[in-house]
């Protein structure tokens, strides 16, 4: 299995940015075509406005104020008026369109990601702290906002506004146009120069806000162990260390970030200052009129300011292209387990279990963990699966889900191969419950309900009372209806177990796989519950796995599973005879329990 990443290590990033993740956001822009085209329209219209407002300055200045034209200066001045009006009311529709495009956007981006973090396999999660996977989900794609929302369209405006302004200047008097370009060269060495530090640095700050998330999660997840061993202290520093990573590594970055403003902001004012010298000293054979002047004055900034905005852009688009990279990185993670081309829907079982000579590895050059395992139940059989911790039998029961995928041989259910049926139609005929229990946020009700969302009132409370779960719930503050903080926070072990596990039969499911379903129930409610069991494993094929011996005393078969093999199996009552594995384990199980209760006697 990969080597696990947790929140002290920092995960790796490319060095330079990545134009393929740039390309694919243009992806969730192509459903919004029109919306963007309208919103073009407008940013067009608006850098149209933007340039023709100079000009008409210029013919304010030479001709209509020298001549003492009245009537030219008040129409120039009552269309510079309606175009101010326009270009605001243009630029509130931009604003308020572009934010929406941008926010739909990413409602797209969160629901892809989120919907293929559904399908990967175990290992993914297995294999790095699940703040890591929670941050790419929420901080990352909010990070991408404020390009999605107006930078990608803006920068259209601006390139826009750069082109047009540049022919105009060159239309009036090219000689000065070419003056103002004279720093442009600088702008990008400056530009080119700062990116390098901008990547290096947000990528840092990726990293170290990943950790963080990591941390935090970590220790949510675990506070109630750090009270339970006084080791809050110990968590704070880890707290502190890390935020500290943090707030050097953005302040780094702002550091970098906000040399980029003020170098454009000189190169755009001495620029400016340099036209003024220009055509006042007529320096190169520049002619030009008091109106040209200040009209060139109003285009310098108008190149500017697009220029700056762009750069500003190229900014954003440093900080995403990091965030970018661990969202598309994740949704490029390829689903170990999916459909295989051609799969066919599981038609209702009847619960015939086949094992064929199954070999199984978590990597194709790593060792065995299951070696040429061979059984096969009929349907309704109920079969148990026993021997030391790490022999193999989750491993079992989750190739019969399909979880993961034999290396060799075959896990058949009434003749199909598991891998030749779409794992919707597989899995809906099958009900597993594990020994960490996941008790969703809601009600009571609502949690029972998830194992059948069609399931009616009558029918969640049958479930609950065949598995004594209907006494204590009817006990808590308003039964069904009594809600529940996430992961069940509010309830024992037991109570979260039997909530489960109504779940799981309401389902009505025809495989039952029950994984140490029963280990955090105590003996009295044990007891109560076989008599509902037995009732209930009738008609289903069923797997058990438990270490508790007394809940697998009367299956149908046990099998006694070590090294990844099956080493006996037979009835408890044969097993027992043969004074084998399972009688060592059954003894060694049973003499504990005789010394606790000689302690206590005692």
């Not at 299995?1 to 947790?6: D, F, P, V, W, Y």
């Not at 008097?173 to 990547?199: H, I, T």
């Amino acid at each position: 299995m990969a080597q696990r990443n947790t929140y002290r290590e920092d995960e790796e990033l490319e060095e330079q940015i990545n134009l393929h993740d740039i390309l694919r956001v243009g992806a969730y822009l192509k459903p919004y075509r029109a919306q963007v085209a309208r919103i073009l329209a407008v940013v067009i219209s608006m850098s149209c406005i933007v340039v023709s407002v100079p000009y008409l300055t210029k013919i304010i200045i030479d001709q209509a104020i020298p001549n003492k034209d009245l009537g030219l200066l008040g129409g120039l001045a009552a269309l510079l008026a309606a175009l101010i009006v326009l270009y605001e009311l243009g630029l509130r529709y931009r604003t308020v369109a572009i934010t929406r495009v941008g926010q739909m956007m990413l409602k797209d981006m969160r629901r892809d990601i989120f919907t293929h973090i559904q399908t990967l396999p175990f290992s993914y999660f297995d294999s790095r702290p699940h703040g890591k996977i929670l941050i790419r989900v929420v901080n990352y794609v909010n990070t991408l906002s404020d390009t999605l929302s107006s930078g990608l369209i803006n920068v259209i405006s601006d390139v826009f506004t750069f082109i047009i302004t540049l022919v105009v200047m060159f239309a009036i008097d090219w000689r000065l146009a070419l003056w103002s370009l004279v720093l442009f060269p600088v702008l990008l060495v400056w530009v080119w120069v700062l990116k390098v530090f901008q990547r290096r640095a947000y990528r840092v700050l990726s990293n170290k806000q990943s950790n963080l998330n990591a941390f935090i999660h970590e220790s949510i997840a675990g506070v109630k162990t750090t009270q339970t061993f006084a080791r809050e202290r110990e968590q704070f520093r880890s707290f502190q260390e890390q935020q500290s990573e943090v707030r050097s590594a953005w302040m780094r970055a702002v550091h970098v970030q906000f040399l980029m403003w003020p170098g454009v902001q000189v190169i755009a004012f001495s620029t400016i200052a340099f036209i003024y010298f220009v055509g006042v000293t007529g320096f190169g054979g520049v002619d030009v009129t008091t109106g040209v002047l200040i009209a060139f004055v109003g285009y310098a900034s108008n190149f500017w300011n697009p220029v700056i905005n762009i750069g500003n852009f190229y900014n954003q688009l440093i900080t995403c292209s990091a965030y970018l990279e661990r969202i598309f990185e994740t949704m490029d993670v390829h689903p170990e387990i999916e459909n295989r081309p051609g799969a066919v829907d599981l038609p209702p079982i009847r619960g015939q279990v086949d094992f064929n000579d199954v070999i199984f590895r978590y990597e194709d050059d790593g060792r065995n963990i299951l070696n040429l395992v061979d059984f096969h139940v009929a349907p309704g059989r109920t079969v148990a699966l026993v021997g030391p911790t790490g022999a193999g039998k989750t491993t079992i029961v989750s190739l019969l889900s399909r979880f993961y995928d034999v290396a060799e041989g075959s896990v058949c259910i009434d003749g199909h191969d598991v891998r030749d049926v779409t794992l919707e139609s597989l899995r809906r005929q099958m009900g597993v419950m594990l020994q960490d229990t996941f008790i969703f946020s809601g009600n009571v009700r609502e949690n029972i309900r998830y194992g059948r969302l069609d399931a009616t009132d009558e029918e969640i409370e049958a479930a609950a009372r065949a598995v004594h779960a209907h006494e204590f719930i009817m006990e808590l503050p308003d039964g069904y209806d009594t809600a529940v903080e996430e992961r069940g926070s509010t309830l024992s072990a037991g109570q979260r177990q039997l909530i489960a596990f109504a779940r799981v039969l309401l389902a009505d499911p025809r495989i039952l796989i029950l994984d140490e379903a029963t280990s955090n129930i105590d003996t009295r409610t044990e007891e109560a519950l076989q008599a509902g069991l037995r009732q209930l494993l009738k008609g289903r094929t069923s797997f058990i796995i438990a270490h508790r011996l007394s809940t697998i005393e009367n299956a149908d078969e046990i099998f006694y599973i070590d090294h990844g093999q099956i080493v006996e199996h037979g009835s408890h009552a044969q097993l027992l005879a043969a004074r084998g594995a399972y009688w060592r384990l059954y003894e060694s199980q049973y003499a504990m329990i005789r010394v606790a209760h000689g302690v206590a006697e005692t």
